[in-house]
């Protein structure tokens, strides 16, 4: 999976395979926390991330 964004120790990473992965979505992972994040509704679908991080990402 590419890595997208590498900043504050959160990593942004993200697949595309048309078809595939319903819906559109992105990787979060900051230490041992992971999160899935719609790109569509910008809100995670699944995992979770510490708040001040989460709020980072959704900026």
Same mark, same amino acid.
């Given at each position: =999976?590419?890595?997208?964004?590498?900043?504050?120790?959160?990593?942004?990473? =993200?697949?595309?395979?048309?078809?595939?992965?319903?819906?559109?979505?992105?990787?979060?992972?900051?230490?041992?926390?992971?999160?899935?994040?719609?790109?569509? =509704?910008?809100?995670?679908?699944?995992?979770? *991330?510490?708040?001040? $991080? $989460?709020? *980072?990402? =959704?900026?």
């Amino acid at each position: =999976m590419p890595t997208i964004s590498m900043c504050y120790g959160i990593i942004v990473r =993200m697949y595309f395979a048309p078809g595939e992965h319903s819906p559109p979505h992105f990787h979060v992972y900051y230490n041992d926390y992971k999160a899935s994040v719609d790109i569509r =509704m910008c809100e995670i679908i699944d995992g979770n *991330l510490p708040r001040k $991080q $989460q709020k *980072l990402v =959704m900026a």
